[in-house]
């Protein structure tokens, strides 16, 4: 987990190194030298003892990085097999390219060739960083999704896969695989370690990167040093650049409250927490189901969506009214939710035949999806009958968390209280 550190974005990144360079205090070779070097000392880690490795090196600097890894990995008694491409790279990755064909040959970079050789312990994954510009195509395309486990098992690679920067295909502002279908199963290249360089990226953080990333290690290779001495009083950085401040805050529910049972508190909030898995989805975060009164009693719902928001679950997913137009559903009214989460609308009235209809289907996909319900029972002064449907939206027990109320303190709602105390929540 990071703490504090600074998110760039690629753009910034490559601000701040192309600044570094026109300063003369760092040169481009320097950079690649230190992030290949890097790459290999966490691989070396990792893997004390040589073994073999196959390095995939791409068009550009994240490919010279790549050659930067294999040479230290062949110093280090490691047998390396470099796939790479018959291009011309800028002159810091030619460099490096003309370094490592010292030591070895380049073998195509095709899924042939990759699949042809013998099984490695490590795969560098060295063919895009920062520089993505569309969707990967062709033989590079057949080799991402070959490491991602076309071949039948992803798994087979990500214990051996160490991405340079990123995996390649992710774009690292977004966290998404341009071009590419978001759904399970979908073959992205997943890796055990990711090596990337100076500062993490919002793609290092978002949707599919932390899955795709695994471990991910910030390496310095000496801007930050070359960033503090340059930055001028007023934060900006010499040349104008901006000197970014943005931290990264991770939420933490295990806040510790002296009034309570301390086991309790840290099994309750571990079920608020939200989910760590990799590939969590608004499903896997559970579901909010909150069923709310019309205009004048909207309140209560509308917190408990938001409150659903902030603990993680996949609030705002199903939003019943009673009444339409009622406040908390309406787009406008529950703008967060329906931002970030979906926010459905149980139109008409609960106690009508279209508004049952919709309240059932609210209850299957909650039930389904394993969630909490909030009512406002507010709105049961006024609508008796779609009061009684809400009731029975509400289950008994639930088995995996709480029932929480979005309830006015003056809710006159005796039967709602007196159930929920039965289940051994508090009103
Ligand atoms: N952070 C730093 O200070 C340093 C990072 N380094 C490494 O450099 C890469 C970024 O290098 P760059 O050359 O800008 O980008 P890439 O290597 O990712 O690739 C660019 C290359 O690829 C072509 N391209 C882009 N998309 C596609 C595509 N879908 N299909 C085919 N070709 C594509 C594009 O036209 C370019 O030719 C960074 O990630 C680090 O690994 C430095 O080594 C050290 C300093
Ligand atoms: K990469």
């Not at 070396?44 to 791409?58: H, Y």
């Not at 490096?96 to 099984?119: F, N, Q, S, V």
Request: charged share 25%; glycine share 14%; aromatic share 4%.
């Amino acid at each position: 987990m990071l703490h504090g550190a600074e998110i760039l974005t690629t753009e910034e990144m490559r601000a701040i190194e192309s600044a570094a360079m026109a300063s003369g205090q760092v040169t481009g070779l320097e950079l690649m030298e230190r992030a290949g070097r890097a790459v290999a000392g966490q691989i070396r880690l990792r893997w004390p003892k040589p073994g073999r490795a196959t390095v995939l090196c791409g068009p550009g600097n994240n490919g010279g990085d790549g050659y930067v890894v294999a040479r230290y990995l062949h110093q280090a008694g490691w047998r390396v097999r470099l796939l790479g491409l018959d291009n011309t790279p800028g002159p810091d990755a030619a460099r490096m390219k003309a370094e490592w064909l010292a030591l070895g040959p380049i073998l195509p970079l095709t899924r042939d060739a990759l699949r042809a050789g013998p099984d490695a312990d490590v795969y560098v994954d060295a063919i895009f960083g920062t520089g993505l510009t569309r969707p990967p195509q062709g033989e590079i395309a057949a080799i991402l999704a070959y490491l991602g486990g076309s071949g039948g098992d992803w798994a087979c690679f990500r214990e051996r896969l160490v991405a340079v920067d990123c995996p390649s295909g992710l774009c690292l502002d977004s966290g998404a695989f341009p071009g590419r279908p978001r759904k399970p199963g979908s073959h992205d290249p997943r890796a055990r370690l990711t090596v990337a360089f100076d500062s993490p990226k919002p793609g290092h953080l978002l949707e599919r990167g932390p899955e795709c990333c695994g471990e991910l290690v910030i390496a310095d290779i000496g801007l930050a040093a070359w960033r503090v001495r340059n930055r001028n009083a007023d934060g900006t950085l010499s040349r104008g650049i901006r000197y970014p401040a943005v931290e990264a805050i991770w939420p933490d529910f295990a806040i510790p409250d002296s009034r309570r049972n301390p086991a309790r508190a840290r099994s309750e909030a571990s079920s608020l927490r939200k989910e760590q898995a990799g590939g969590g989805h608004k499903f896997s975060h559970g579901h909010a189901l909150i069923v709310a009164g019309g205009r004048p009693a909207a309140g209560g719902g509308r917190l408990s969506a938001r409150a659903a928001l902030r603990i993680g679950r996949g609030a705002g997913d199903a939003c019943a009214a009673i009444r339409r137009p009622a406040g908390p559903c309406r787009p406008a009214r529950c703008a967060d939710a329906s931002r970030r989460g979906r926010c459905r609308r149980a139109a008409g009235h609960a106690g009508r035949p279209a508004g049952q209809r919709a309240l059932h289907r609210s209850r299957l996909r909650g039930r389904a999806r394993g969630g909490a319900a909030a009512r406002d029972p507010g709105r049961r002064a006024r609508h008796g009958s779609g009061c009684r449907c809400a009731d029975r939206l509400v289950p008994r027990s639930r088995p995996d968390g709480a029932v929480a109320q979005g309830l006015r303190a003056d809710a006159p709602c005796g039967r709602v209280r007196a159930r929920l105390s039965r289940s051994g929540r508090a009103p």
